[in-house]
T-cell receptor, first 112, second 112 residues
């Protein structure tokens, strides 16, 4: 039982490049989330998917797109990376019954 | 206005003392509240969840919820150096189904 798996763990991009962060969960959770974490800023919600087939903007969606590919997978895409997107990104999934949010290990992205 | 505000900290307490962490929120419809702990370089992990007004105790941790005042707190009794971490207050929004947001976090240091 792997829980929430994020790839890649580390990535360095140049300004203007694109990339996709992948997230998969094997716990049959309905809801999935993408957060970014910057020093002193806590966790800021980028996008979330309350259930398969739906996605909604969070607090800081600009510059990002998401795809809920199926119940297991929720990807985050940066179309044209900017230095301001340098951050640690966390994917999480939620068991709507127990109301517990389980996080992945995080992905550290640096945009030069 | 950010949906969840935490006392900014950092907070430093001596070993054995009570650490008090506070959080206010703006969405009156919020029903579920969470406290997560995050060690440096790690993913957040759930400490406690609380849904009803009043106190909820789990070992050395007590969560308090006051919906009328839109206030959530976490008390850590007999603080230990191993409690040194960032504490994140989170809530499940009432007006946006499935939206789970966090405050900016409070860094707690427990010194021997």
């Amino acid at each position: 039982n792997a829980g929430v798996t994020q790839t890649p763990k580390f990535q360095v991009l140049k300004t203007g490049q694109s990339m996709t962060l992948q997230c998969a969960q094997d716990m049959n959770h309905n809801s999935m989330y993408w957060y970014r974490q910057d020093p002193g800023m806590g966790l800021r919600l980028i996008y979330y998917s309350a259930s398969e087939g739906t996605t909604d903007k969070g607090e800081v969606p600009n510059g990002y797109n998401v795809s809920r590919l199926n119940k297991r997978e929720f990807s985050l895409r940066l179309e044209s990376a900017a230095p301001s997107q340098t951050s640690v990104y966390f994917c999480a999934s939620r068991d709507t019954g127990a109301n517990v949010l389980t996080f992945g290990a995080g992905s550290r992205l640096t945009v030069l | 206005q950010k949906e969840v505000e935490q006392n900014s900290g950092p907070l430093s307490v001596p070993e054995g003392a009570i650490a008090s962490l506070n959080c206010t929120y703006s969405d009156r419809g919020s029903q579920s509240f969470f406290w997560y702990r995050q060690y440096s370089g790690k993913s957040p992990e759930l400490i406690m969840s609380i849904y009803s007004n009043g106190d909820k105790e789990d070992g050395r941790f007590t969560a308090q919820l006051n919906k009328a005042s839109q206030y959530v707190s976490l008390l850590i009794r007999d603080s230990q150096p191993s409690d040194s971490a960032t504490y994140l207050c989170g809530l499940l929004g009432g007006t946006s189904y499935g939206k789970l947001t966090f405050g900016q976090g409070t860094i707690l240091t427990v010194h021997p």
